[in-house]
């Protein structure tokens, strides 16, 4: 699933790098979306998620009163990515970025 993630990011603008541990993906320096693994289940973090209009209620706050606008989609072991929806949350964090937000 991990590796799934990576590909659908690493198909998009945002450039790979390594932060905290982990493959976190920024644009024009800024980070984006981060992936992380825990025990029983992965997550995509978006770093500035409260900004994304969440029309499908996947995003989540994982720390309610600690983060701010740091929002996550979780995966849990054996669930199936829907690549297309996961792409217009990527695409609208770019977009978002690129807008300057």
């Known amino acids: ?3 799934e993630l990576r590909e659908i990011l690493n198909s ?5 790098t390594i932060n905290w541990g982990g493959p976190v993906y920024t644009l024009d320096d800024k980070n ?3 992936i992380g693994a825990f025990k029983n289940h992965c997550a995509l973090w978006f ?4 900004l994304l209009k969440d029309t499908n209620n996947l995003l989540i706050n994982a720390q309610e009163g ?9 995966f849990e072991a054996g669930s199936k ?3 297309q929806e996961l792409l217009k949350y990527i695409d609208e964090a770019i ?6 937000k």
């Open 1 to 3: 699933m991990l590796l």
């Open 12 to 16: 998009t603008v945002l450039t790979e």
């Open 32 to 34: 984006l979306i981060g």
């Open 47 to 50: 770093f500035q998620g409260a």
């Open 66 to 74: 600690k983060t701010k606008a740091l929002r996550q989609i979780r």
């Open 81 to 83: 990515i829907d690549t």
């Open 95 to 100: 977009s978002l970025h690129k807008l300057g």
